[in-house]
């Protein structure tokens, strides 16, 4: 079984310490987590039944992989309290938004790192991680990365940084977008006099089965569009309303702005 340490007790840790444990990748005694909330420590042993520990030193002692899942504010301090203390041979996965493999590296004084971008559907076990590694992270701990995020849904590994820095705003930040867009297309159906729980129920399937038709024809979604747009219909007449909205090019900006602040953020 692998051994897993978190440092760091959140939603994002839990959501990959359960799919371990759902894939029997890891068993409640091969996970250790650390985190300096007592209640957040109690809280996780309760339900997953790992050993929680207020030491990060003490949490990635003996561990094969130790994924770090803090908050950006709090890294700074976590690596100086655990600078020199992994073996060569020990794999760093880093989830935390924004924050570089050299830095991480530099502050750890290790270079056997994987730095990654999940998002938050993992915690139903259909999410995209985008990851990298350093040229020193070898064969076979590539391939424990690997077989992590894949208890999460979709991976994908990219060879240059740059691209989970891109990935934090699109798919990291991307279930926001589809959940406010799904939110007010609920409500507009509503207000048109849907019952809303019939409203959500058509809204949702209207998207998923949307999302297959892409990928079951392969067409781009333009073409897709025109299909169902008839000239002079009600199709036409909407999206009229949502292009004079400024949809597309608010979407835009909205991605933008969020990888923009990802870079800030390093």
């Known amino acids: 079984m692998m051994k ?140 424990l990365a690997k077989e992590i995020f894949g208890t999460l849904g979709k991976e994908f590994f990219v060879s240059d940084e740059k691209f989970v820095d891109m990935a934090t705003a699109v798919s990291g930040s991307g279930p926001a977008y589809i959940f406010l867009i799904v939110e007010a297309f609920v409500d507009a159906a509503v207000h048109i006099g849907f019952p809303r729980d019939l409203a959500q129920q058509i809204v949702l399937e209207t998207m998923s089965g949307s999302v297959q038709a892409i990928r079951a024809t392969g067409k781009h979604p333009a073409e897709l569009k025109a299909m169902v747009t008839s000239p002079g219909g009600t199709t036409a007449e909407a999206l009229l309303e949502l292009e004079a909205g400024g949809l597309r090019s608010t979407l835009v900006s909205a991605v933008v702005a969020a990888y923009e602040k990802t870079k800030r953020l390093g």
């Not at 803090?70 to 600078?83: D, S």
Request: net charge neutral; proline share 4%; charged share 15%.
């Open 4 to 143: 897993v340490a978190f440092v760091g007790g959140g939603a994002m840790g839990t959501a990959i310490l359960s799919a371990l444990l759902d894939a029997k990748i890891a068993t409640p005694t091969s996970i250790v987590v650390s985190d300096v909330s007592q209640s957040r420590r109690d809280a996780v042993n309760t339900q997953y039944g790992v050993a929680t520990t207020e030491s990060n030193a003490d949490a990635v002692a003996d561990c094969e992989v130790a994924v770090l899942a803090v908050k950006p504010q709090n890294l700074k301090e976590v690596l100086t309290g655990l600078q020199g203390t992994f073996r060569p041979n020990q794999l760093v996965v880093s989830i935390v938004a924004g924050a570089r493999i050299q830095d991480i590296a530099v502050g750890l004084q290790h270079r056997n790192l994987v730095r990654a971008m999940p998002n938050m559907p993992a915690q139903v076990r259909n999410g995209v991680t985008v990851w990298t590694a350093t040229v020193e992270t070898g064969e076979e701990q590539r391939c």
